[in-house]
């Protein structure tokens, strides 16, 4: 599998991926909407995707988006997403994705790169924990949904 940072000319096909994943944790199909979300993404320049590719089909991506760090006074990345369609899955896809965020994080000399997953996600866990990150015991998470 190839891993490569996305650019604009890959949303389409992107696109069918990421509805996928949306569906995945439970959302409508909205091909439009996705592809809406997407290209501003790209436009504003506010994430880096990269994707995996197995002979020319994109399988698999993950999602960067930049945060601040006030106390340290530097930047860091939150990793958002990361999905493999199923059927490529138990073939590393996810293994060299989140290898290509940590590297492109180091080369950006961000403090760090944080993410959350579900208690239950045992497999990403451990992947996680075996690609350096370590889970912090100290903070709770809150939200306020708007």
Not at 16 to 36: A, H, I, M
Not at 118 to 127: P, Q, T, V, Y
């Amino acid at each position: 599998m190839i891993v490569r940072q996305a650019t604009e000319t890959d949303i389409p096909l992107l696109t069918v991926l990421f509805d996928e994943y949306r569906q995945f944790y439970g959302s409508s199909s909205n091909l439009e909407q996705t592809q809406q979300f997407l290209y501003k993404r790209f436009k504003n320049k506010q994430s880096v995707i990269f994707i995996s590719l197995k002979d020319d089909v994109i399988v698999g991506f993950i999602v960067l988006y930049l945060g601040f760090s006030t106390a340290e006074c530097a930047e860091y990345y939150i990793l958002d997403d990361t999905y493999v369609t199923p059927s490529y899955r138990r073939q590393g896809a996810a293994h060299q994705l989140i290898d290509t965020a940590i590297l492109y994080a180091r080369q950006q000399k961000a403090l760090r790169i944080s993410l959350q997953t579900s208690g239950d996600n045992i497999a990403a866990k451990i992947l996680y924990e075996k690609l350096g990150f370590v889970l912090d015991e100290e903070f709770d998470t809150y939200h306020c949904f708007l």
